[in-house]
């Protein structure tokens, strides 16, 4: 069965449990999804009011972007138990020969760099998320803003989370070339997600602080 299938206490029975997925990765993001509902909760209530009818149009499409982030970020969910079994397989594999050795040492390298991929796109699309959140910090209706606050929340704890899971992966390989790219890459997207996300939270604390 989908992890997303589940009802939301046997998601987290299972999460709580000694089994291997979900985990650390998986939590991301179904955490970034609920994040990301929350913005498009806030955008459902500003369409329709005539208060806001010359950002309608604008609303529907970040309303559009934010269902496709949140269908993408459950299909995460899935794909990082997906990933882990062959990485938790190879680190099973003998190495009592030079030639086991060396077949384990590449079996590893190449599912490090499969598992790295889902947390990868766990924090791309979180970021995506997270810049979404701020222009509806900015122009969603203010009876429920203080959502946007809360969503932008779980998108950052997302976005970081997929950072910690890259780096353990980025860990165990060799390839320096890829290494250096794919850190470079996670640094960005944590450096700018982040501003971006405080700077939207300080944004909704000022808007909803009397």
């Not at 069965?1 to 939301?8: D, E, L, N, Q, W």
């Not at 993001?29 to 149009?57: Q, W």
């Not at 938790?88 to 499969?114: D, F, G, I, N, R």
């Not at 070339?177 to 890459?185: L, N, P």
């Amino acid at each position: 069965m989908s992890m997303t299938a589940k009802s939301c206490s046997d998601f987290l029975e299972v999460l709580a449990s000694k089994a291997p997925v979900p985990g650390g990765g998986g939590a991301a993001a179904m955490g970034g999804a609920i994040g990301m509902a929350l913005s498009n909760m806030v955008g459902n209530l500003t369409v329709g009011k005539k208060k806001y009818a010359d950002v309608e149009e604008e609303v529907k499409e970040l309303l559009d972007k934010g269902y496709k982030i949140i269908e993408e970020l459950k299909l995460l969910v899935d794909k990082d138990a997906e990933v882990f079994e062959p990485l938790s397989k190879a680190y099973s594999m003998p190495k009592e020969t030079p030639e086991q050795a060396k077949l384990k040492e590449e079996t590893l390298e190449a599912c490090s760099k499969v598992a790295c991929s889902v947390p990868l796109d766990i924090m791309r699309k979180s970021y995506e998320g997270i810049k979404i959140h701020q222009r509806m910090g900015q122009i969603g209706t203010l009876i429920a803003i203080s959502d946007v606050g809360c969503g932008v929340v779980f998108l950052k704890a997302a976005l970081i989370s997929g950072y910690l899971n890259v780096i353990i992966n980025l860990n165990t390989i060799k390839d320096q070339e890829y290494v250096a790219t794919v850190t470079e890459e996670i640094n960005r997207l944590l450096e700018e997600g982040s501003k971006v996300a405080d700077a939207t939270l300080d944004l909704v604390i000022g808007k909803i602080k009397k």
